[in-house]
């Protein structure tokens, strides 16, 4: 990376961290694109070379913590596999990923509400599929990997990954935060039990 592409990416991050630490703490309504710039040490005109508005940057934020927790799931995964020296299966590795998922959610509860409160499919799915930061992974080609890995035919396996995640997001928020109606790890045995009732569901015999 040249010295100039550096610079961009530093500002780039520099205004994600400035804007997730602001929306995090006094919400997205009470931020200004002002108080951003000023807080990230860059000039307010420069904002607008990266983000349209503070909605722009709000969505482009959710891709990037989302992309995060994907990719610290996916690393993990591939360090388990090599601790073991074994592969696991289709489904034992959307288990392997939600667990570790609900687990940096269950410790990060600020996050968790943040991409709780602002999250839709249209903006998750470009989480899935679009990189923020140059770091960021693209879930979508990874999912597509762990499918042409295996044996397996799905029917509609993005019908059946947005079910996934709609049932996760869902199903994670009040056991973390108020610990109703159960707290999570009294939870997660019937969350993963149906999420392998639905990849059962969509696998083509």
């Known amino acids: 990376m040249g010295k100039l592409e550096a ?3 530093q ?13 995090t703490t006094q919400g997205v309504t009470k931020t200004s694109i002002a ?9 307010k005109g420069t904002f ?3 983000f349209k508005d503070k909605y722009d940057i709000r969505n482009r934020l959710i891709s990037h913590e989302s992309s995060k927790l994907f990719k610290n799931a996916v690393a993990d995964l591939e360090e388990f596999s090599k601790e073991k020296n074994e592969q696991l299966g289709f489904e034992e590795k959307i288990i392997f990923i939600i667990n570790h998922i609900v687990d940096e959610l269950n410790s990060n509860q600020t996050l968790l509400t943040f991409i709780s ?3 839709s499919w249209g903006i998750f799915k470009e989480a899935l599929t679009t990189k923020v930061a ?20 799905l029917e509609e396996p993005e019908i059946m990954l947005f079910l996934i995640v709609e049932l996760v997001s869902s199903t994670c928020y009040s056991p973390i935060l108020y610990k109703e109606p159960a707290d999570i790890d009294t939870i997660k045995p019937y969350l993963f039990k ?3 009732a639905i990849i059962k569901e969509h696998t083509i015999r």
Do not use: C, P
């Open 7 to 9: 610079n961009k990416q």
């Open 11 to 23: 500002k780039l991050t520099s205004l994600l961290n400035t804007a997730f630490n602001l929306f």
């Open 35 to 43: 108080e951003i710039s000023q807080k990230a040490g860059i000039a």
């Open 48 to 50: 607008y070379l990266y």
């Open 117 to 119: 409160k602002n999250l």
């Open 134 to 153: 140059s770091d960021d992974i693209n879930f979508k080609d990874v999912y597509y990997e762990m499918i042409n890995a295996e044996d397996i035919s």
């Open 194 to 196: 149906t999420v392998r």
